[in-house]
C-alpha cells in the first residue's frame, strides 16, 4: 500500500510555471508507475501525464505535451510535475496517483487528495 501526498500548487498568471510534488509513503514507491490526473470544476477527472517506474518511460496528454514534464526520484520517493506556459485552461485539481502508466484513471489503485492549480488571464 502507498499513501500519496501533493504540494506546490498555487494561484499563477498565464505562461508562469509551477512544479508539483507529489510525496509517497511505503518503501516500494520505486516498483510503482506513476501518474498525474487533473479535474476542473464540472468536468470529468482527465489524464495529464504518467512515468514508469524507473523514469524511462512517460506517456503525455496531448493537451500537455510540450508544457509539462514528469519524473520521479525514486530516493525521495518523490514524483513531480513541471508545468511550463501555463494557460487558463489548465485550471484545476491536480492528483496524483499510483500503479499504472495508463491513461485510465481506474487503473489506478492508489489517489492523492489534490492540490489546487489556478491560472488567472
Known amino acids: 500500500q502507498v499513501q500519496l501526498v501533493e504540494s506546490g500548487g498555487g494561484l499563477v498568471q498565464a505562461g508562469d510555471s509551477l512544479r508539483l510534488s507529489c510525496a509517497a509513503s511505503g518503501r516500494t514507491f520505486s516498483t510503482y508507475a506513476m501518474g498525474w490526473f487533473r479535474q476542473a470544476p464540472g468536468k470529468e477527472r482527465e489524464f495529464v501525464a504518467a512515468?514508469?517506474?524507473?523514469?524511462?518511460?512517460?506517456n503525455y496528454a496531448d493537451s500537455v505535451k510540450g508544457r509539462f514534464t514528469i519524473s520521479r526520484d525514486n530516493a525521495k520517493n518523490t514524483v513531480y510535475l513541471q508545468m511550463n506556459s501555463l494557460k487558463p485552461e489548465d485550471t484545476a485539481v491536480y492528483y496524483c496517483a499510483a500503479d499504472s502508466i495508463s491513461s485510465d484513471s481506474w487503473r489506478y489503485a492508489y489517489w492523492g487528495q489534490g492540490t489546487q492549480v489556478t491560472v488567472s488571464s
Open positions: 512515468i514508469n517506474w524507473s523514469g524511462s518511460s512517460t
